[in-house]
C-alpha cells in the first residue's frame, strides 16, 4: 500500500533515510510559524529503498544539497544524483582538508578525533572558512520552486549549521533551533549501532560520551552565541557571508507563514 504524504509532521515516515525531519512548525517572532514541504534535513540518501525515494519524489523534494566532501560522495553516492525528478548539487563545507588541517571525510574524522572533540568549537571554526558555503547554499535554497532536502554525512553538524541559519533567518528562537539540533543523537541511534563497529574497534555499542556522536544543546549555544558576538546574529552573519537582501527575502517568504 503506497505510504500517504503528511506535509504537517515533522519526522519523516521513512525507514531508510535516517534523522529525517521537516523544518516546519517552529514559531517565528512576530507571530506565525515556519512552513513545513520547503526544508527537509537528513542523514546521507544512500541506498534508499524504492519506498521512501517515491515518498521523497511525492512530498515535492525538487533540490538536494550534499555538503559531504568530495571523498565521501565518491564512496557513497547520493540517490539524488541519479533520479529525473529533482536537482542534485554537491556543495561541501570544506574540501578534504580544512584549513584547520581537519579531513572532512567522516571515517576519517572519527578516527582521528579525540573523544573529548567539542563540535561547538569546530562549528566557530567553520564560520569564516564556510562563508562561500553559507552563500551558494541559501541562494541555491531561495531559488529552488520545490521542497529542498539538504544533507551531510549524519545530517546533525554541517546541516545542523544550514538549518539553524535557515531557522534563524526566519525568525525561530534560539532556544527552538537548539532544540531542532539537539534530537539528532535519538534519530540516529540505529546508525550509531554500526559506526561505532566500523570505525572505532574494540568498542562494544554506541559509547554516547563519545564526543562525536553526541548532540548536546552546548555545541548549539556556543555557535550561536559565536554569530551573536561576531555578526551581531544570524542575519549578519549571512550578510557578511554576501548573501543578497533579495536572497533573504526570498528564504523568508516561502519559509515564513505569517498566519
Known amino acids: 500500500m503506497e505510504k500517504s504524504v503528511n506535509r504537517f509532521s515533522r519526522r519523516l515516515p521513512v525507514t531508510t533515510l535516517y534523522n529525517a525531519r521537516d523544518l516546519g512548525g517552529w514559531p517565528v517572532a512576530g507571530g506565525g510559524r515556519t512552513k513545513f514541504g520547503v526544508f527537509v534535513r537528513c542523514a546521507r ?8 525515494m517515491d515518498y521523497l519524489r511525492r512530498y515535492g523534494i525538487r533540490l538536494s544539497l550534499d555538503f559531504r566532501a568530495p571523498s565521501e560522495t565518491a564512496l557513497l553516492p547520493s540517490d539524488f544524483s541519479s533520479v529525473d525528478w529533482a536537482e542534485y548539487r554537491n556543495l561541501p563545507l570544506l574540501n578534504d582538508t580544512a584549513e584547520t588541517g581537519r579531513q572532512t571525510d567522516a571515517a576519517a574524522m572519527l578516527r582521528a578525533l579525540p573523544e573529548t572533540v567539542d563540535w561547538g568549537d569546530i562549528y566557530v571554526e567553520m564560520t569564516e572558512p564556510g562563508m562561500d558555503w553559507v552563500r551558494e547554499g541559501l541562494t541555491l535554497a531561495a531559488e529552488s520552486d520545490g521542497a529542498v532536502l539538504f544533507h551531510c554525512f549524519t545530517g546533525k553538524d554541517r546541516a545542523g549549521i544550514f538549518a539553524a541559519l535557515l531557522l534563524g533567518l526566519a525568525g525561530v528562537a534560539e532556544e527552538d533551533i537548539i532544540a531542532d539540533y539537539t534530537v539528532s543523537q535519538i534519530y540516529l541511534m540505529p546508525v550509531y549501532q554500526t559506526m561505532r563497529f566500523r570505525f572505532r574497534p574494540g568498542r562494544t555499542g554506541p559509547d554516547m560520551t563519545d564526543g562525536f556522536f553526541r548532540t548536546p544543546p552546548e555545541n548549539m549555544q556556543k555557535y550561536l552565541a559565536n554569530l551573536r558576538s561576531r555578526w551581531g546574529g544570524v542575519e549578519g ?3 557578511a557571508a554576501g548573501v543578497t ?4 527575502a526570498r528564504l523568508r517568504a516561502k519559509f515564513t507563514d505569517k498566519g
Open 245 to 248: 537582501e533579495e536572497t533573504i
Open 237 to 239: 552573519y549571512v550578510r
Open 45 to 52: 540518501p544512500c541506498g534508499l529503498s524504492a519506498e521512501d
